[in-house]
């Protein structure tokens, strides 16, 4: 069994890839599988066990993909978004997250000092908020 982190994950179009320092799998979403039903789908730079690799005609496909952590959900403010580019930082605890309009649950535009929920990820060794929803505060 191997142990990888989620380097990027589609949630529209339901594929991912994941890798170690030797390798990079491309994966589904059904082949994925969270530690509760209310937990999220992938996040990215989670670590992830892999089951079984598979050669396909593209790539190598990660089968078996199991979350090792339940990841926490965090609240945050957002300190800055630019809605023309569609990005833009929330704060958390002291520590800013790259905020991307790919990753908006639903849809809504962050307005500056406006709480937002959040799982907190890592893509390109950089803090990102994964699975951003508005909240109350």
């Not at 593209?58 to 300190?79: D, F, T, Y």
């Not at 630019?82 to 962050?110: A, E, M």
Request: glycine share 10%; hydrophobic share 35%; aromatic share 14%.
């Amino acid at each position: 069994m191997l142990r990888m982190n989620v380097d990027f994950y589609a949630a529209t179009q339901g594929y991912g890839f994941c890798g170690d320092q030797n390798q990079r799998l491309f994966f589904r979403v059904e082949d994925f599988q969270r530690l509760s039903t209310e937990g999220p789908l992938p996040i990215c730079g989670e670590l992830v066990s892999v089951e079984f690799v598979s050669r396909s005609e593209k790539s190598l496909r990660a089968k078996g993909l199991r979350r090792l952590v339940e990841p926490r959900l965090l609240q945050g403010q957002v300190r800055s978004f630019d809605s023309n580019k569609g990005w833009g930082f929330v704060t958390h605890d002291g520590d800013d997250y790259f905020l991307h309009r790919s990753d908006l649950t639903v849809q809504f535009t962050p307005i500056i000092g406006s709480f937002v929920k959040f799982y907190a990820g890592i893509r390109r060794g950089r803090r990102r908020a994964c699975y951003i929803a508005p909240t109350n505060g």
